[in-house]
């Protein structure tokens, strides 16, 4: 169920690249804010990182006793982020535009295929947990869910920024 809702929110994101030229996903709001296109490169990076750790959980015993920080656990219950523009690593990092919308689209379907190869994991029963770098202890299924709601925060900058070049078209 996990997978097929990271996979339907990831397919969303695909298929409105169908929307923009590539000049519109390299067009910044403004010189300290993201493009759309950096946007769709920063989810694409973080979720590789999330993918790699649900698999490092998948297999492994480690740390199966540890948990999530209240952070961590209050944002997993609630199954979002925090409804705030948020300052984490990734904010002032210098993300670069992306080259063509064919390396974004297909670098989505290259996660949607990991994603269907973790579904062979499964059966390997194991329930480790890797340590998020703020929020505490993570299984597999967490960094799944995690996955999903990073793809989903980040809807709001996307309306932010859609809003931004159907004013500036």
């Not at 989903?152 to 996307?158: E, N, Y």
Request: proline share 5%; charged share 25%; hydrophobic share 35%.
């Amino acid at each position: 169920m996990l997978r097929e809702v990271l996979n339907q929110t990831i397919t969303r994101w695909i298929n409105d690249l169908d929307h923009y030229t590539l000049a519109e996903l390299r067009q910044k709001p403004s010189p300290v804010s993201w493009s759309l296109g950096q946007v769709y490169l920063h989810l694409i990076d973080n979720t590789w990182y999330y993918l790699e750790e649900a698999r490092i959980c998948m297999n492994s015993d480690d740390y199966m006793h540890e948990r999530p920080l209240p952070d961590g656990a209050a944002m997993l219950a609630y199954n979002e982020f925090p409804d705030a523009i948020i300052e984490g690593p990734d904010t002032n990092v210098d993300i670069p535009q992306p080259g063509s919308k064919y390396q974004l689209k297909d670098s989505l379907l290259q996660i949607k295929k990991e994603i269907s190869s973790l579904a062979i994991l499964d059966s390997h029963n194991r329930r480790g947990k890797t340590k998020h770098p703020g929020l505490g202890y993570f299984s597999a299924n967490d960094w799944l869910q995690f996955a999903d709601m990073h793809f989903r925060h980040h809807l709001k900058q996307k309306k932010r920024i859609d809003d931004f070049l159907r004013a500036n078209r």
